[in-house]
């Protein structure tokens, strides 16, 4: 596989993540009924379950393509993303202490980090598991 396809299922592979990851937030939002005033609240816990699952996820080997394309490798992005779940709350928590200028971290419900950490490894693992059917083993098979 040359180079320049390397990259191009890469970006595929990023593109995708954050596409998931967003639609975890919109619909975390949308189940508090929040998805239309949150606005840049959002932000919130967005920026930190990027942040989290960039730290985590290439070390899991989630963006190798190799196992990237492989379904018995769909547990790296899941646990990835298990694992990433309770550092995002914490960012999360960080992020919010700074806002509301007390300069401390606020509480971190367990129930919120379950759920985020959970229903976010869910969506991972969908996606990935579209990745890995559809869009790596095809470009695969066609060079």
């Known amino acids: 596989m040359t180079q320049a396809k390397q990259t191009s299922l890469n970006m595929i592979l990023v593109i995708g993540d954050l596409i998931t990851l967003t639609l975890v937030t919109v619909i975390g939002f ?20 990027i942040v989290a699952w960039f730290l ?11 196992r990237a394309s492989e379904v018995r490798q769909l547990w790296r992005p899941f646990w990835a993303m ?16 700074l806002i509301s200028h007390t300069g401390l971290n606020t509480p971190i419900l367990p129930i919120f980090v379950v759920v985020l ?7 991972m693992l969908a996606w990935r598991t579209v990745a ?12």
Do not use: N
């Open 82 to 97: 298990v694992i990433a779940g309770p550092m995002a709350a914490w960012l999360r928590s960080v992020i919010l202490g």
């Open 132 to 143: 890995a059917v559809y869009l790596l083993r095809k470009s695969r098979v066609h060079g």
């Open 56 to 66: 985590i996820a290439p070390f899991i080997g989630v963006y190798d393509l190799e």
């Open 117 to 123: 950490g959970g229903f976010a490894a869910l969506a």
């Open 30 to 49: 949308a189940s508090h009924g929040e998805a239309t005033s949150a606005g840049a609240r959002m932000l919130t816990t967005w920026i930190p379950l």
